[in-house]
């Protein structure tokens, strides 16, 4: 009996898989989607997961408004490319410092003020004399800073790194302390972080989540993921905005803009302001929890502060036009 030809034979089976391969993508092609993306379920908001109604709107003077901060007396401060604003707890403007940097960041801790810009952060007292400067190098882009336990912690955008430096401006260690170099997925120069309770949380963007460590480094919580579902982070590179509270996160996000307050958990607690509040995809700058109990929002498209107020129980009360 005649042996069959094992080139012959893999040539034939070669061409079997093309024709295989061919026929299926055709067939695929040829059937319409079942599921289209619909960008309208996304902006959907079931009313009745909306805590909170506009009460009041502060308009800015400030060309480009890039970041909010709450001072320990309520002072609120709005960061702009060159200057900063404090405001009073209704909104009237108490003080304008004009900057002579093109400002990133902002945060307010322990009477201190620290602005960021570029690849430096400068610690401000109160009275605007600058007490420390922190040079991270020409490569550094920082985008969010804050003061916890006496400690600077910086989110490095450019760098995809966050660190954690002494009273004296010495990187301690790396937040997480092993790290590597793509831990951080950064779409865009955006990285948001917030310390509460010894605790920095950051925003890992591209990942869509947030991770909680210890100064350390240890990880203590992960909370967020991707999806279609209210509480989760949908897009490329979310939430934009991050502040934390005794009850959990107060989240902002772009392309589907929205604000939600999550239990650490990332359970929904509710939605505090809706895609409908907003004109613009990319308004969302920064939030914040005031002492009132009230949720600030830097809408940087209409360049002013909105302020939101917990609706009454079985309350329906009318928004402010916006």
């Not at 307010?108 to 600058?130: F, K, N, P, Y």
């Not at 170099?181 to 890992?204: C, I, K, Q, T």
């Not at 409908?276 to 949720?295: C, K, M, P, T, Y």
Request: glycine fraction near 10%.
């Amino acid at each position: 009996m005649r042996r069959a030809n094992p080139v012959l034979l893999l040539a034939v089976l070669a061409v079997m898989i093309v024709v295989v391969v061919v026929l299926v993508i055709q067939s695929q092609q040829s059937q319409p989607l079942s599921q289209p993306f619909d960008a309208r379920a996304l902006r959907a908001v079931d009313p009745a997961l909306i805590t909170h109604h506009q009460v009041d709107e502060w308009p800015l003077e400030l060309a480009d408004p890039r970041a909010m901060a709450i001072a320990d007396d309520g002072t609120v401060l709005v960061l702009g490319e060159d200057a900063l604003i404090g405001l009073d707890a209704t909104g009237i403007q108490r003080f304008r410092w004009s900057l002579p940097v093109a400002a990133t960041a902002l945060a307010a801790r322990d009477g201190r003020i620290l602005i960021a810009e570029q690849g430096r952060v400068h610690v401000v007292s109160g009275d605007g004399a600058v007490v420390m400067q922190v040079d991270l190098g020409p490569d550094s882009h920082v985008t969010a800073v804050d003061v916890i336990n006496g400690d600077l912690v910086v989110a490095d955008a450019r760098g995809r790194r966050v660190l954690r430096l002494d009273a004296e401006g010495a990187v301690v260690n790396t937040i997480p302390s092993r790290i590597p170099a793509d831990h951080y997925r950064v779409p865009e120069l955006s990285m948001a972080l917030h310390g509460h309770g010894g605790v920095v949380h950051v925003v890992n963007p591209g990942q869509l989540r947030i991770e909680s460590y210890d100064l350390a480094g240890n990880q203590v919580n992960l909370t967020g993921r991707s999806g279609s579902k209210i509480e989760d982070f949908s897009g490329c590179h979310n939430p934009v905005a991050l502040f934390v509270t005794e009850q959990g996160f107060l989240t902002g996000e772009k392309g589907v803009a929205r604000v939600k307050q999550l239990d650490p958990d990332g359970r929904l607690l509710g939605v505090v302001a809706t895609p409908a509040d907003f004109a613009n995809a990319q308004a969302i700058i920064a939030v914040l929890a005031d002492a009132q109990g009230r949720v600030l929002v830097l809408d940087g498209h209409r360049r002013m502060v909105r302020v939101f107020a917990e609706r009454a129980e079985g309350g329906d009360e009318d928004d402010d036009d916006e």
